[in-house]
């Protein structure tokens, strides 16, 4: 039986951060870290951008943290490896090649996958979901092949490769169920073919034909290990101010992690980079007993298409009833503000540097301080 102070379950920015949230205040107890893909924990933000575009992408530069990090910080790293069961009264988790962990503490940080739409076809060949390394290599393997590319949804992942295979001068097309972009939803009726997908069939019976779809309709928790235990909600993995669920001992962070949002209020999950790094860092921080940190971060995310870079800074689940404009949309440089009555809730910046953004979020908490 193999025994460690600390199991972390998942090998994304999440628990590569918890890591280093632990060897902050802990230099010396015994650390885990398990992942089921193969590479080292990288920049997954990357791969609807630049990694698309750049004909031989250098995966070495893309890992966050240098997978040598861990060497240095005397971490074990099992990648490749999934973990099949979670015991939390025995504290011990199961790997795929049978081998046992039993653990002192552990951060649960699987991360999430793609919600494959509730229609026929969504398993053909080349019909692609952007989540890995693997997913993008194949994309852009399959995209060189291919003449008609269509990318269902048009959120910010969807967008964001729709302008990445268009500045690869490839002919894509980009279908949404809503009349405006950046919202969460859309409405394909069908993926057709027997192996490989030929034609895409939409609710009101159009078929376009296509050799090649990418599929980015959001994000599900990854919650198959402790489903059925209080660990996994409806929403996420149900954790307090201090990211540890009702199981002491035990952590959830990042796009697994359903927490309450004491800086906007109410409780939420995000499914962005910045919310992963930073609720790694302070999980693991907390896993070591040395430390008590709250997570109270503005909620923040940025996207990147064509020659725009946006940050989003706030809450934007609700629709603002008023909006406050700074500098102008056909300048593609502007601040808005938005409003619900009289109290700012989110601010988008185009095209604005880092001291705005940061300044934004202070702005932010001094308005909800009020
Ligand atoms: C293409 C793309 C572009 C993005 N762009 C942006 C952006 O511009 N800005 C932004 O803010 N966010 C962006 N995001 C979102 C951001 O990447 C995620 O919020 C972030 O990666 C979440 O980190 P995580 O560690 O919680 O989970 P993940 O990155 O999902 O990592 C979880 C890991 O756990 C592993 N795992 C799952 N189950 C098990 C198991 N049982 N055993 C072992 N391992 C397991 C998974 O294989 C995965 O490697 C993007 C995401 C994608 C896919």
Redesign the pocket.
Known sequence: MIRRDYLI????????SACEGIRNYDKRGSVTL????VFPPYK??????SFLREKEPNLKKLQEPDERWFQAHKIETRFG????QFNIERRLAVLANGESIEFNKACL??????VRPPVAGVNLGNVIY???IRD?LALKEMASLERGIMVVGGG??GC??AASLRLMKLKVGLMHRDPFLLNRYLDPNGFEGKTVLRNIQTKSGNRFPVGLAVVACG?EP?L??VRNTPLAGPHGSPVTDYLETEEKGIYA????AFYPDRVMGGVRR???????RSQ?LIAGANMTGKKRIRYEQVP?????MFDLRMDFVGDFSVLPTRVGLDGAYAKKKFVARYYQGDTLRAILLCQQTQREVDSAKTQLRQALAK
């Open positions: 379950i998942g090998s994304g920015i999440g628990g590569a398990v992942g089921a893909e997954r933000w990357i791969l609807s951008k490896t999934v973990v099949t940080a699987m991360g999430s996958r793609p952007l989540r890995t993008a910010l992942l964001e490769a994000a990854n198959d290990l962070v990042g796009d697994l995000q499914t962005h980079w910045e919310n992963a790694g923040c995310f940025w996207t990147e």
